[in-house]
């Protein structure tokens, strides 16, 4: 007991360890060279009307499609006996997309490649279902469309549905999104305003698809220029082409190794062969 008035003394604390539970996390981590492997991509083919989207995808060997409600392109090509016959699923709600695709990754897929035609229909049962279950059925500036909250909600549910393709990838599976163009407007901030073309669906939808795709082609029929005459006029032109890179007049992305134009050819049997043969070059 120490003399009173004075103060006992303290041991000083005992020094820090140097070690802590997130040093040793980071000295478990282990780098390591992987070894390549052939890609299995997922693709979005954007293309201009007539130019063969369905159809490029009904030819390649061991697809299946998923049309969405109003889409009748594969019945079309069909009748007309030029496409091969391959399984189809007509997808009619938001929820029997998901509750497809989540099936699907419990079993082993009789399919090597699947293709969703076309997003814009798949994005409007998608705005559908949140429409109905958050807003109670109104598309209008009292529901869905109040200060674009349809379209910010409706991107989680677009994200489940390329989680679940993720999934499906991940056996093997090789995704194509197909999709409708459009030419609109486009502000310049740098430049003057000028048209360009652009995806069908809404851009909130697009931008998270284009972040998750690995390319995103571009395909249109090549201009033919007549300058004969004082002023130089497009006269159409029947070749088909897939570009591959961004330019101001599209959208376009390649994580592939694919070259910046790729010529299609004339016989709709041989295009997917065409594409995947440049990828991974």
Not at 51 to 67: C, E, F, N, R, Y
Not at 212 to 220: H, I, N, Q, R
Request: overall charge neutral; glycine content about 8%.
């Amino acid at each position: 007991m120490s003399p009173q008035g004075t103060i006992p003394k303290v041991a000083p604390p005992a020094p820090k360890s140097k070690t802590n539970k997130g040093a040793a996390n980071v000295s478990s981590l282990k780098l390591s060279t992987r070894t390549r492997q052939q890609p299995v991509p997922k693709i979005v083919i954007n293309a201009v009307e007539g130019w063969g989207k369905t159809s490029t995808v009904a030819h390649a060997p061991g697809t299946a499609i998923l049309q969405a409600r109003d889409e009748t392109g594969y019945e079309t090509l069909q009748d007309a006996g030029r496409v091969p016959d391959i399984p189809v699923a007509r997808v009619e709600s938001w929820l029997e997309l998901i509750g497809f695709l989540r099936q699907q990754v419990t079993v082993e897929p009789d399919y090597k490649i699947l293709a969703l035609d076309a997003m814009d229909g798949f994005e409007r049962l998608c705005h559908e279902h949140v429409c109905n279950r958050d807003f109670n059925g109104e598309w209008g500036e009292k529901g869905f469309a109040s200060y674009q909250k349809g379209y910010d909600r409706a991107v989680t549910d677009w994200l489940q549905m390329l989680q679940a393709l993720d999934a499906l990838q991940d056996k093997g599976v090789v995704i194509v999104l197909l999709g409708h163009v459009q030419i609109r407007p486009f502000k310049s901030p740098d430049t003057e305003d000028y048209d360009r073309y652009t995806t069908s669906v809404h851009h909130k939808t697009w931008a998270v698809t284009h972040k998750w795709a690995d390319a995103v082609l571009f395909g249109k029929f090549r201009t033919i220029i007549d300058d004969k005459g004082n002023r130089a006029k497009a006269i159409g032109g029947k070749e088909r082409v897939l570009y591959t890179e961004h330019r101001d007049a599209w959208d376009a992305k390649n994580r592939l190794g694919m070259p910046e134009q790729i010529d299609v050819p004339d016989d709709p049997a041989k295009v997917w062969e065409t594409i995947t043969s440049y990828i991974g070059g």
